[in-house]
């Protein structure tokens, strides 16, 4: 009896929750263009941040096995 009650009340909750996701998302080209400069500049960011922890590491190799 609860189960059956409870999915009466749940299913228009989850319906409109369905249906606001699907509508946030909005089609159509850029509305202001990223520069070349500034798409260079955070693209070198991005892989600096990403390789500075390996070579860190790498740096440090000999340290972390006790090879001083």
Do not use: D
């Not at 249906?19 to 080209?29: A, E, L, M, N």
Request: aromatic share 6%; net charge positive.
């Amino acid at each position: 009896m609860f189960q059956k009650s409870a999915a009466v009340l749940l299913a228009p909750a989850i319906r409109n929750a369905m249906q606001r996701r699907c509508q946030s998302v909005i089609s159509s080209p850029p509305t202001q263009k990223v520069s070349s400069a500034e798409k260079l500049v955070l693209g070198g960011g991005m892989c600096a941040a990403t390789l500075v922890i390996p070579a860190w590491v790498l740096y440090h190799i000999r340290e972390y096995r006790g090879l001083k």
